[in-house]
């Protein structure tokens, strides 16, 4: 299973201090690997995708066996506080593979790949101010 971490720096220059887990995305998904997370420039939205840590014996996946991701957000309101309101990003998952989520500067348009079509493939996804 993987799980997301966070590396702070006092500068652009100096050394990254000593990973630390993001234990709420840990805890939103016991079963589930967290992984390719986005943080926004002001740290206080995370884009992320999650998957089961091992596809269910039964499930159907596209990519032979693998278990699939989806894109989930959560928010904070300081930098200082945990992340709370993990949620699926509904309208973007499929059954498909749903990962590498990037959100542009301007906050208007998330980047992500999906296997939706049968192919990986780069998709856009309009994004609504918060």
Do not use: C, W
């Not at 014996?57 to 991701?69: E, F, S, V, Y």
């Not at 989806?70 to 699926?88: G, I």
């Not at 509904?90 to 498909?96: K, R, S």
């Amino acid at each position: 299973m993987y799980q997301t971490f966070f590396a702070t720096r006092a500068s652009a220059g100096a050394q990254f201090g000593t990973p630390v887990l993001v234990a709420e995305l840990a805890a939103a998904h016991p079963d589930s690997s967290t992984v390719d997370a986005f943080l926004t420039d002001d740290g206080l939205t995370i884009f992320y995708s999650s998957a089961p840590a091992v596809a269910p014996a039964d499930a159907a996946t596209p990519d032979g066996g693998m278990p699939t991701a989806d894109l989930y957000v959560a928010f904070r309101r300081s930098v200082n506080e945990p992340f709370v309101q993990a949620q699926p990003l509904d309208d973007l998952n499929t059954p498909g593979d749903e990962r590498d989520p990037f959100l542009t500067p301007d906050g208007r348009t998330l980047y992500f790949t999906s296997d939706r079509d049968g192919a990986l493939n780069i998709y856009t996804a309009s994004v609504k101010p918060r």
